[in-house]
């Protein structure tokens, strides 16, 4: 295992220059308003904020959403970072970190972290798909503990366009590799989304979030599904560099 650990972290800081040093950034800006509901008929409100960074092959993402239910919660702020390897157009090295809380999941507050690489599996005009393989570990109750744990990250997405529909699946598996306290916290992740623009600029979204963790049966009071109205737009300015 450690020859894994050590083979990922090469990679990820292989080719680290900058080539696109004197290109201009594009900056993209996107939210969204929620009405949210779960199966056992729990509604509420939701919201969404993304500010997104290309710049030749360098990415950067963060998001900002979470569901308020009559009895529950969810928030998620993740920041994503990632750069296609210029001699690898394929391959691309990310680095993740996200706090997230979710009491459907009963998590209180867990902060995460994971690295590693991803490859194209499809790069076209429909749409992206991708697999990626790396290390993570996290924190489950930030706030009251100091327990680490390691795993095994594997993820699948998938973007793609049918007529005007837009479509994005979201699938992450971490396998637990450190020593198990009280449980393995092995988990499944998922999200799923379908969008549909109602004018150039403003979307109607459909979507829902669940997680499965490994000692549990499948729960589906564990999945929430959201019906948004949101928009996107580019931004400019000096101070975007």
């Known amino acids: 295992m450690k020859y894994f650990g050590l083979i990922v972290l090469f990679y990820t800081f292989a080719f680290a220059h900058d080539p696109n040093k004197d290109e201009t950034p594009s900056w993209t800006y996107y939210s969204r308003f929620s009405f949210v509901q779960d199966v056992d008929q729990q509604v509420g409100g939701g919201f969404y904020a993304r500010l997104k960074r290309i710049k030749g092959n360098q990415f950067n ?10 009895n529950d919660q969810y928030v998620y702020l993740r920041h994503k970072s990632s ?14 970190v996200s706090y997230e809380k979710n009491t459907l999941a009963n ?14 599996l499809q790069k076209n005009n429909q749409g992206n798909m991708t697999a990626e393989l790396g ?31 837009e479509t994005k699946l979201e699938l992450e598996y971490f ?38 963790s490994k000692d549990a049966s499948f729960n589906p009071k564990a999945t929430t599904i959201s019906y948004s109205i949101g928009w996107e737009k580019p931004l400019f300015g000096k101070l975007l560099k």
């Open 61 to 70: 993402d963060i998001r900002l959403f979470g569901n308020a239910l009559a």
């Open 83 to 96: 750069q296609i390897l210029t001699s690898y157009p394929n391959v691309y090295r990310f680095t993740a």
């Open 107 to 120: 998590v209180s507050l867990r902060y995460h972290y994971n690295n590693g690489l991803g490859y194209f």
């Open 135 to 165: 290390l993570a570990y996290d924190m489950s109750d930030y706030l009251n503990d100091t327990w680490k744990t390691s795993y095994i990250k594997s993820a699948f997405t998938w973007d793609t366009q049918l007529l005007n529909f």
């Open 175 to 212: 396998s637990q590799i450190s020593d198990i306290a009280d449980s393995d916290l092995t988990r499944f992740q998922a999200l799923g989304e379908v969008q549909y623009p109602l004018t150039k600029s403003i979307y109607l979204f459909v979507s829902f979030i669940q997680e499965l």
